[in-house]
T-cell receptor
Framework: GQQVMQIPQYQHVQEGEDFTTYCNSS?????IQWYKQRPGGHPVFLIQ?????EVKKQKRLTFQFGEAKKNSSLHITATQTTDVGTYFC???????????FGPGTSLSVIP | NAGVTQTPKFRVLKTGQSMTLLCAQD?????MYWYRQDPGMGLRLIHY???????AKGEVPDGYNVSRLKKQNFLLGLESAAPSQTSVYFC?????????????FGPGTRLTVL
């Protein structure tokens, strides 16, 4: 069946360092979503990418959708303690009904 | 506009007990979902609904039942709780039908089964 993987599983960085998480799907995706979950909180939608090769920025966060629409990345420039949390990617399954979430990358930022 | 709400927030059950988790949304969304989250496992879909009166199985449906009698509510039932069902349960909703949109999550229910 369809699988969505993320690497790394955990990342510890010093405040001010950059961070990147990668998402890979076993199948081509029509779009990909990214969510952030703060410790003890619930997932919150960050962005959706639709086009092949698309790049979107939200302040220090840069999201990219691969040319083959099977992978995506989230890059954070100059991490801050407010970036702490788990970042999930999610891709649609065969219909509009549901998506499959990756296992997430947990980011720790050391002040 | 409360978004997605879940009750209860915390619950401790003994093995074999039953309970119902309630999810409510006020965004008129067609789709509603129940996920469970375990350490290192991400979010796994238990059951979902594409509209009032409809339900479907997700990735890990065994041991759970659901109902969607009203569009705004989605109930998750555990008939005979087992320790393996200790988890954090999230409800989510999205809409409209026929397009991919962000999912809105509730605050979660932390369930411990002893």
């Amino acid at each position: 069946g369809q699988q969505v993987m993320q690497i790394p599983q955990y990342q510890h960085v010093q405040e001010g360092e950059d961070f990147t998480t990668y998402c890979n799907s076993s199948t081509t995706l029509s779009n990909i979503q990214w969510y952030k979950q703060r410790p003890g909180g619930h997932p919150v939608f960050l962005i959706q990418l639709v086009k092949s090769g698309e790049v979107k920025k939200q302040k220090r966060l840069t999201f990219q959708f691969g040319e083959a629409k099977k992978n995506s990345s989230l890059h954070i420039t100059a991490t801050q303690t407010t970036d702490v949390g788990t970042y999930f990617c999610a891709g649609p399954q065969t219909s509009y009904d549901k998506v499959i979430f990756g296992p997430g990358t947990s980011l720790s930022v050391i002040p | 506009n409360a978004g997605v709400t879940q009750t209860p927030k915390f619950r401790v059950l003994k093995t074999g007990q039953s309970m119902t988790l309630l999810c409510a949304q006020d965004m008129n969304h067609e789709y509603m979902y129940w996920y469970r989250q375990d350490p290192g496992m991400g979010l796994r879909l238990i059951h979902y609904s594409v509209g009032e009166g409809t339900t479907a199985k997700g990735e890990v449906p065994d041991g759970y039942n659901v109902s969607r009698l009203k569009k705004q509510n989605f109930l998750l039932g555990l008939e005979s709780a087992a320790p393996s069902q200790t988890s954090v349960y999230f409800c989510a909703s999205t809409g409209p039908r026929g397009s991919y949109n962000e999912q809105f999550f509730g605050p979660g229910t932390r369930l411990t089964v002893l």
